[in-house]
């Protein structure tokens, strides 16, 4: 069974609508989402029906159970906070009922899978080796997918040693062996350096991991955000991937 792997949508629509589209040229039997439908972006009613029409599986990010009330937005960044506050302010009540729903981590598939962290589900940026080692000895999976960074990763445990790499577009790993952690970059604000929308397609009969990269309207994400009266440095952001 092929799967596709999204996360970090950030009420970013354009990108979202196109990731979707990439996803659809491929043979896919289920498409799961780790988390952070909305915050930053300026489509938040748009990304949470996409997500829960589209993917068979919806984590809740912290950006959402900001946008819920569930978390404080005191450990936001100001611009992370005040698009939080307006994300509550623009968001229908149906669809901030439906971000309520969402937990931050699912255990029953064969991969675990975690907005943030095996170690912290929530908050953890899995960026080092030793980060990622701490997870490794934690996590009950061989293999664990993470959002949160918006940075497309891969870690890896055979015998001693943690190893990690950068997963730009069209990487592969072949999971066979070993532990692993897998992030598959951000749909919706990229921070790796390459602004396009990142998503990850898992194999999970070959087992075998690829990283995707799709262009997107950035100019009208943008727009979208200058519009609705977001801070200007989350509009300037997109065109850099960072
Ligand atoms: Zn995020």
């Given at each position: 069974m092929q799967v596709a792997i999204?996360?970090?949508?950030?009420?970013?629509?354009?990108?979202?609508?196109?990731?979707?589209?990439?996803i659809?040229?491929e043979d896919v039997a289920e498409r799961w989402?780790?988390?952070?439908?909305?915050?930053?972006?300026?489509?938040?009613?748009?990304?949470?029906?996409?997500?829960?029409?589209?993917?068979?599986?919806?984590?809740?990010?912290?950006?959402?159970?900001?946008?819920?009330?569930?978390?404080?937005?005191?450990?936001?960044?100001?611009?992370?906070?005040?698009?939080?506050?307006?994300?509550?302010?623009?968001?229908?009540?149906?669809?901030?009922?439906?971000?309520?729903?969402?937990?931050?981590?699912?255990?029953?598939?064969?991969?675990?899978?975690?907005?943030?962290?095996?170690?912290?589900?929530?908050?953890?940026?899995?960026?080092?080796?030793?980060?990622?080692?701490?997870?490794?000895?934690?996590?009950?999976?061989?293999?664990?997918?993470?959002?949160?960074?918006?940075?497309?990763?891969?870690?890896?445990?055979?015998?001693?040693?943690?190893?990690?790499?950068?997963?730009?577009?069209?990487?592969?790993?072949?999971?066979?062996?070993?532990?692993?952690?897998?992030?598959?970059?951000?749909?919706?604000?990229?921070?790796?350096?390459?602004?396009?929308?990142?998503?990850l397609l898992l194999d999970l009969e070959t087992w075998t991991a690829t990283?995707?990269?799709?262009?997107?309207?950035?100019?009208?994400?943008?727009?979208?955000?200058?519009?609705?009266?977001?801070?200007?440095?989350?509009?300037?952001?997109?065109?850099?991937?960072?």
């Amino acid at each position: 069974m092929q799967v596709a792997i999204v996360s970090d949508i950030h009420g970013n629509r354009q990108a979202f609508e196109a990731v979707l589209d990439d996803i659809d040229a491929e043979d896919v039997a289920e498409r799961w989402c780790l988390g952070d439908l909305v915050g930053y972006g300026a489509d938040p009613d748009a990304c949470v029906e996409l997500a829960l029409a589209r993917c068979d599986l919806v984590l809740a990010g912290n950006h959402d159970l900001a946008v819920t009330g569930a978390l404080s937005v005191e450990e936001f960044s100001p611009g992370a906070a005040a698009a939080a506050k307006w994300t509550q302010k623009n968001i229908e009540a149906r669809n901030l009922e439906a971000l309520r729903a969402l937990p931050p981590q699912s255990l029953d598939r064969e991969v675990g899978l975690f907005h943030a962290s095996p170690r912290d589900p929530i908050w953890e940026y899995v960026l080092s080796t030793l980060q990622a080692e701490l997870c490794l000895d934690a996590q009950e999976h061989r293999v664990c997918l993470v959002g949160h960074s918006h940075v497309a990763l891969a870690f890896t445990r055979r015998g001693e040693g943690v190893a990690g790499s950068a997963c730009p577009d069209g990487s592969r790993a072949d999971l066979t062996v070993g532990e692993w952690i897998l992030n598959p970059g951000s749909v919706g604000q990229p921070r790796d350096g390459d602004p396009r929308a990142a998503w990850l397609l898992l194999d999970l009969e070959t087992w075998t991991a690829t990283w995707r990269r799709v262009d997107y309207d950035i100019p009208g994400a943008q727009a979208a955000i200058r519009a609705a009266g977001l801070p200007e440095a989350l509009a300037d952001r997109l065109e850099y991937g960072q």
